[in-house]
């Protein structure tokens, strides 16, 4: 069974289109990142799983329930970090905490979530409306943790959070997927995905534009080695002779490089071509493209 | 909150208020949400200064019967209770309860949505219907706690001043006061439920409590006549309609019951009585007293040479439904509906 699939899911808030038929599925037990630029519909998609704003056309089902229907039974099982949300400002952490633990039935150890998502102690016997960003941002994540939900949906979770907390972040949606839980959480920044992740969608004006590994998209968004190549001094017929092997896109030379662009796998070909056509190599540099230009090239291709 | 949660409460064992406290969470989703909207609430400034606005509306005017302005400690300390909250209470808990009341309420939920603390509550397991009701009964426990604690001072305070005091007409005043806030909370409460932002919330709360206070008895009024001059309907349903019509504003019902159970003291006409005050004296008081409230009428001659029309009882009570009983459950059916109009709304709107 999916852990959540939504079916040609469609919202418009007046005029605006902000979902157009979003189709997609996320396996029970993986970590999946809900990727796009701000502005593209992720939170309004996390909101129509959560029920807090309704479909214009499609249905959504989370953890075999109907989004509407039985939002209750979902929100049961289901830990949430919101996007844009705030405390309760008189309430310590330990009471909002404790307030989850109530909700939702369960038998939580306030103190262990505390240490788990890195709060002081101190802090967390404090009023929570004199919290930081961040540390709303680890009370929150400890909440949605309390229960041991089978789902946990983290909107943006790292917003506000520094270095260690994004790492500590990262380790927790780990643990949580070793328990048997099933993340999903959305990021416009691609680096917290990369490392993380089983499986990634990019969602691009409302519309899901790629879903696969990041390894997958690398190869499908067909993106390329740069190989830049110096040589001891200009040599005609080097382009000439970086182009005739096959796997090479272009190739031209700047004074005495030469910029290759060419699949991975035939870089060698290529310094081996140069050097029969008469260039002196005297040294090489590759330049694999980087996720943030493979989104690039998602998101600008749908402009 | 039924009786026996109140006496349950009151026992103050540790033990017997976590069973408790379990019970009723397992009873009513709603109730985790209440209990938190309390707890925050409590910890504000917020109680503090409501428990001294209550004090000065309750305390403060007993200074009157004190130093004797218009008589009044005379009146008071002769004829007690009755005089006391006729002379000073009614008009003034009826004009300044409600705004009070309101302003507890309004922001219940559109803050919540406005702060974003709502997408954490609704995260958790509760159907919108749960935060209503939550935040209706929290709200209301927050204004109920103050008030009673002013009114029970209030007693205490007027049996030290060795005014006759009258525990059983006393006892009915608190309930209907307290009753009052709880409606009104729950209004302010539901419409924040039902609008979009804070500021529209206290644009219509304001609305209502004008509407309620000032206008609605026009309002019955030119029903009434709308009835007899547009569609004929003259006689005996006119009147009723009219009627039915005034006990369905919060703040006439509540000053009918109390002026029902402050003349209860002296006849047993005191129902029929206290409905038919509700009326300006060119209302057709004869019809009234005999058709719609079940009275006997008889016109008498004024020391000035006019007609005046009083109603006596002929034996037999009210109609049930313009009865006290009827009218105080008029009063308690507001928190259902204006809940119910909320959830309504509140339901259907994308936050």
């Known amino acids: ?303 | 909150m039924s009786d026996s949660d109140a006496a349950d409460g009151a026992a103050g064992e540790g033990a017997a208020l976590a069973t408790l406290d379990e019970a009723l969470r397992e009873q009513f989703t709603w109730y985790v949400v209440a209990k938190k909207e309390f707890q925050d609430t409590v910890r504000s400034k917020g109680l503090w200064v409501l428990s001294l606005v209550f004090l000065v509306l309750f305390v403060v005017p007993l200074l009157s019967v004190v130093f004797d302005f218009l008589g009044l400690g005379r009146a008071a300390r002769t004829s007690g209770t009755g005089v006391l909250i006729n002379s000073i209470y009614l008009n003034l808990v009826a004009l300044l309860l409600p705004l009070i009341a309101m302003f507890v309420g309004y922001a219940a939920l559109t803050r919540e949505r406005e702060s974003g603390s709502l997408k954490v509550l609704l995260s958790l397991p509760f159907s919108r219907r749960d935060v209503i009701i939550g935040k209706v009964v929290g709200r209301c426990a927050v204004v109920a706690l103050p008030l009673l604690a002013a009114l029970a001072l209030t007693a205490l305070l007027v049996v030290s001043m060795s005014i006759p005091f009258d525990p059983v007409l006393y006892g009915l005043f608190v309930l209907f006061t307290v009753g009052l806030a709880l409606v009104m909370v729950s209004i302010a409460v539901s419409i924040s439920g039902a609008v979009p932002s804070g500021r529209w919330s206290l644009v219509v709360n304001f609305f209502a409590y004008f509407y309620f206070s000032f206008v609605w008895n026009s309002l019955a009024n030119g029903i009434g006549n709308l009835l007899q001059n547009q569609l004929g309907m003259g006689g005996a349903i006119r009147w009723q309609i009219t009627l039915f019509v005034k006990l369905l504003s919060p703040t006439q019902a509540y000053k009918t019951l109390v002026n029902s159970r402050i003349a209860a003291n002296t006849g047993a006409n005191a129902e029929r009585l206290a409905r038919l005050e509700m009326f300006s004296p060119n209302a057709d008081r004869a019809t009234l007293c005999t058709d719609v409230l079940l009275g006997n009428a008889t016109v008498q001659q004024t020391v000035f040479g006019g007609n005046r029309t009083v109603c006596q009882s002929a034996g037999n009570a009210v109609p049930f439904y313009f009865s006290d009983a009827a009218v105080f459950v008029y009063l308690l059916l507001w928190i259902g509906l204006a809940a119910a109009i909320s959830y309504y709304t509140f339901d259907r709107v994308d936050l």
Do not use: W
């Not at chain 1, 405390?87 to 038998?107: I, P």
């Not at chain 1, 000439?240 to 035939?266: F, K, N, P």
């Open chain 1, 1 to 303: 069974m999916a852990a959540i699939e939504l079916d040609g899911v469609t919202k418009r808030f007046g005029d605006v289109e902000a979902l157009r038929g979003v189709d997609m599925e996320v396996r029970e037990g993986e970590i999946f990142g809900f990727l796009g630029p701000n502005g593209a519909g992720k939170t309004t998609t996390i909101d129509v799983l959560l029920d807090f704003v309704r479909a214009t056309e499609g249905s959504a089902t989370v953890l075999g329930h109907d989004v509407h229907e039985e939002s209750r039974a979902i929100r049961e099982r289901t830990g949430v970090l919101p996007e844009g949300f705030d405390v309760y400002g008189r309430l310590t952490g330990r009471q909002h905490v404790e307030f989850v633990s109530e909700a939702k039935g369960a038998d939580a150890d306030p103190d262990a979530v505390c240490e788990r998502v890195g709060l002081d102690p101190e802090d967390f016997d404090r009023k929570a409306g004199g919290y930081s960003k961040g540390m709303k941002q680890r009370l929150v994540l400890g909440m949605a943790l309390v229960g041991e939900p089978d789902l946990l949906i983290l909107d943006e979770p790292s917003t506000g959070l520094d270095p260690n907390g994004a790492r500590r972040m990262r380790e927790i949606v780990r643990e949580e997927r070793e328990r048997g839980a099933t993340v999903f959480f959305s990021s416009h920044i691609l680096g917290q995905v990369e490392s993380v992740c089983d499986r990634v969608a990019i969602l691009q004006d409302g519309e899901v534009v790629a879903v696969d590994t990041v390894e997958g998209l690398r190869e499908a968004a067909g993106t390329e080695t740069v190989l830049t190549v110096n040589l001891a001094e200009s040599v005609d017929g080097v382009v000439a002779a970086a182009e005739g092997v096959a796997g090479v896109e272009s190739a031209r030379l700047s004074g005495a490089t030469v910029i290759v662009r060419c699949s991975d796998d035939v870089k060698m070909d290529v310094l081996t071509a140069i050097e029969d056509a008469g260039g002196n190599v005297e040294n090489f540099d590759t330049d694999e493209a980087s996720l943030d230009e493979l989104f690039a090239a998602y998101t600008e291709d749908e402009e």
